[in-house]
């Protein structure tokens, strides 16, 4: 048991430092042209967002398609503080960004915690509606307000974390990753799985089903956030119609093809379906029908005996034992 | 004093009266045992005693608390741990993680240690896996700890259920048909089990069972159900041959 814990530990750090060599290659080397340097934030951002809606549907196994709005909440959140505090010279750079990412992801948990305490009787279509109304409620909200500029948006944020910065971006994204991984290896991951699986036995063995739902909630808000507060600096520029119900179906689309229940498979799927898109550019009109084909190839390789085969291999297995 | 006592428990669904007049007391390490034809409201009793329906009438008190009103998990850590008829198992968790699960109120460390794994993490995991680990062995279960709960064969499954429950540590344990669907072998095996871990955690035990040989063989009490009321109380061998008993399984 224990060595194989031991031996998870090292694949972990292997992989993480591995792909932040070959981040730093790709750059450094200048082997990249623009069009792909600026898709490297937004592939942590989205790694970010499919890793924290895992939680919600994949570990705790409820549909929501309100992840944008978090990730909105925290995006604006966060703008405005470095907006404001950032631009005035109150606070040096990085402590402006240190902060806009803890409040943008503070206040989404918050909203987490408002939207899950009432929709917690919900579940499955009931749930999943709710929230996508949800989403769409703080879209309106954000585009009447006076603060957040209207349909105009925000613009001129700073540009904290482009992808100049990317190794402050890469460390919150493998943050995010770990604490979502040690998370669900602990005791209340194990609470929110066991109401995935059955509620009425998780009840019996004495979890509190509301607390953890709530709990699961408010932890995938918070990412969210944070993730938004990533993208928000990385662009320079919001509007509220970003964050409309397509991201969350495309965050959704992310977490299914890799697999509910599955981080790596969300990382996996993440990086490719945010590069997809643009490695299609060229094919044109084409584009969203080989999109399509992709995603249903993914999809039949999710369930196949060639990865079935490669689960079996000794050193596959070994690897991904945990979350196989 | 008794351990389990429950006086005039009732419940309506609508205007059907599915337990009514209920009356059961368990003395301290009893094992008891619940008959009656389908459809008697053996499971709804346990449904009442362990907070998943709430009576519409009459009292429920383990060792002179009251139960009524409060919640499963909360009646769980009162001391109350069951099975069900219909397997619920955590299928895509492992055995392991399964009973580790029901650790969760004994075991405990902070929100914090479950992100950051630190060495108080590692203590109380180990900790818990070790507890675990003492359960499964127990039901011969230790050598597939690793194995998801939905891959085990159905004998195991139920096994599994009941070191589930075993690992809330409770004093009162309700088992809903532990033996449905076993061979004769099978049966004899959890008999013997039924009774090692009743020694061994010194707990009470209240059974619900329709294999007839079962019941004779361990419970030292029945308490017979018909159409929601109690038609019969005693030692198994005056209930078994009491004529009214009888007449409800086999009719007139």
């Given amino acids: 048991m224990k060595k194989t814990s031991n031996r998870q530990t090292w694949y972990y750090a292997a992989v993480i430092v591995i792909s932040y060599a070959v981040v730093t290659i790709l750059l450094k080397g200048n082997l990249l042209n623009r069009q792909y340097t600026s898709l490297l934030v937004p592939i942590a951002v989205n790694i970010m967002l499919a890793v924290s809606l895992n939680l919600v549907t994949g570990f705790l196994g409820e549909l929501t398609l309100g992840h944008a709005g978090f990730m909105s909440i925290g995006a604006y959140t966060g703008a405005l503080i470095s907006l404001n505090l950032g631009k005035t010279e109150v606070l040096p750079a990085p402590a402006a960004f240190a ?22 009787r919900l579940r499955g279509d009931y749930l999943a509606i709710v929230t996508l109304a949800f989403g769409e409620i703080i879209k309106s909200v954000i585009n009447s307000m006076e603060i957040t500029n209207g349909a105009r948006g925000l613009s001129k944020i700073p540009l904290y974390s482009n992808y100049t910065n990317y190794t402050v971006v890469f460390i919150i994204m493998v943050l995010t990753v770990l604490a979502i991984t040690n998370l669900m290896n602990s005791r209340d991951g194990r609470a929110i799985m066991s109401i995935r699986d059955n509620d009425i036995a998780a009840e019996s063995i004495g979890i509190k089903i509301s607390h953890f739902k709530v709990k699961a909630f408010v932890f995938s808000a918070f990412f969210a956030g944070v993730a938004g507060v990533l993208y928000a600096h990385n662009v320079g520029l919001l509007k509220p119609g970003t964050f409309d119900y397509n991201k969350s179906i495309e965050i959704l689309v992310i977490v299914v093809l890799g697999g509910m229940g599955s981080i790596r498979g969300s990382v996996i799927a993440a990086v490719i379906l945010t590069v997809l898109p643009e490695l299609l550019r060229g094919t044109d009109n084409l584009r969203m029908l080989l999109y399509a084909i992709v995603l249903i190839a993914m999809m039949i390789f999710n369930n196949s005996k060639i990865k079935e085969g490669l689960m079996m291999n000794r050193t596959f297995r070994k690897l991904g034992k945990k979350e196989a | 004093m008794a351990l389990l006592e429950v006086k005039n428990l009732g419940i309506s669904f609508g205007g059907l009266k599915a337990v009514d007049g209920f009356n059961i007391t368990i003395e301290e390490g009893q094992l008891y045992g619940l008959i009656g034809p389908n459809g008697a409201g053996k499971t709804t009793v346990f449904n009442l005693l362990t907070g998943v329906y709430r009576p519409t009438l009459g009292t429920i008190t383990l060792d002179g608390k009251n139960l009524v009103g409060k919640g499963p ?24 993680d399964n009973v580790k ?59 599994l259920e009941i070191a589930r429950a075993l ?81 409800a399984y086999l009719g007139e």
């Fill in chain 1, 99 to 120: 902060l806009a990412l803890l409040c943008g992801g503070l206040m989404a948990a918050l909203f987490g915690f408002l939207i899950g305490v009432p929709v917690l």
């Fill in chain 2, 73 to 96: 998990a909360e009646i769980c850590k009162s001391g109350v741990g069951r099975t069900f008829q219909n397997i619920r198992l955590f299928g895509k968790m492992t055995v392991l």
């Fill in chain 2, 101 to 159: 699960t029901a650790l969760h109120n004994r075991v405990g460390y902070s929100e914090l240690s479950c992100f950051l794994h630190g060495p108080v993490y590692r203590k109380k995991e180990q900790e818990m896996t070790d507890q675990a680990m003492d359960i499964l062995k127990v039901f011969d279960l230790d050598r597939d700890a690793d194995t998801l709960a939905s891959n085990l064969p159905y004998g195991r499954q139920r096994k």
């Fill in chain 2, 167 to 247: 690992a809330t540590n409770p004093r009162l344990l309700l088992l809903d048909e532990p033996a449905a669907g076993m061979n004769p072998n099978e049966t004899a095996e959890l008999m013997d089990t039924i009774r090692l871990i009743r020694e061994k955690y010194h707990i009470t035990i209240l059974l619900i069972e329709h294999d007839m040989k079962l019941v004779a063989g361990i419970c030292e009490y029945l308490t017979v159900l018909n159409f929601g009321t109690e038609l019969a109380s005693g030692t198994p061998a005056e209930v078994l041959n009491d004529p009214k008993v009888i007449t």
